[in-house]
């Protein structure tokens, strides 16, 4: 079995503030993602990686930048952190295609003040 | 429109009793379904995948699929205290498998 490990576990910011945050994945998968979990909302995608150094959008996007460094890593920086900010930013992996399942870590929690 | 729609929102079951979750969908083009369970504070934990209309089953979670409905469907056997999480529903659809719809979430409590 493998494992994705997600830091910071909780992130404190100020608005205007540029954030990021870190994923990593020993499964060795392909494909990385970065969702993000409002409550009430379920998940929407913010990027998605099929491989090292590629980048797709999700829905949402806007306001955020990705970057898959290596094949085990995919970070996410939040370009500018808005006042009062709440949410849950999710990391998954997954072999890709047809039949893939997503395996997830346990979540950044971001506040901002 | 949202792609995934969940219900109901909350489900509260004594322990041993049936539980049912449902999950319809906006596009009929739909291949690919899984329920995913989320403990609080905790990641998702993925329960039953399903392609194919018909039935999955993975130990006590049974997941039910009817394409011509646009409806998926998950029942918890024998339910326990430590099944209390929010359970999601998710779909994709070709071309791109990659991209995952999720629904909003059903919150299960299981009462002793």
């Known amino acids: 079995g493998g494992i994705i490990t997600q830091t910071p576990k909780f992130l404190i910011g100020q608005e205007g503030q540029k954030l990021t945050l870190k994923c990593q994945q020993n499964f060795n998968h392909d494909t990385m993602y970065w969702y993000r979990q409002d409550s009430g909302k379920g998940l929407r995608l913010i990027y998605y990686?099929?491989?090292?150094?590629?980048?797709q959008k999700g829905d949402l996007s806007e306001g955020y930048d990705a970057s898959r460094e290596k094949k085990s890593s995919f970070s996410l920086t939040v370009t500018s952190a808005q006042k009062n900010e709440m949410a849950v930013f999710l990391c998954?992996?997954?072999?890709?295609?047809?039949?893939?399942?997503?395996?997830f870590g346990a979540g950044t929690r971001l506040s901002v003040l | 429109q949202q792609k995934v729609q969940q219900s109901p929102e909350s489900l509260t079951v004594s322990e041993g009793a049936m539980a049912s979750l449902n999950c319809t969908f906006s596009d009929g083009t739909s291949d690919n379904f899984r329920w995913y369970r989320q403990h609080s504070g905790k990641g998702l934990e993925v329960l039953v995948s399903?392609?194919?209309?018909g039935e999955k089953e993975e130990g006590r979670f049974t997941a039910h699929l009817n394409r011509a409905s646009l409806h998926v469907s998950l029942h918890i056997r024998e339910p326990q205290p430590s099944d209390s999480a929010v359970y999601l529903c998710?779909?994709?659809?070709?071309?791109?498998?990659?991209?995952?719809?999720f629904g909003s979430g059903t919150k299960l409590t299981v009462e002793p």
């Open positions: 399903i392609f194919s209309d």
């Open positions: 998954a992996s997954s072999i890709g295609g047809a039949q893939n399942t997503l395996y």
């Open positions: 990686s099929i491989t090292e150094n590629d980048l």
């Open positions: 998710a779909m994709s659809m070709s071309p791109n498998y990659n991209v995952l719809y």
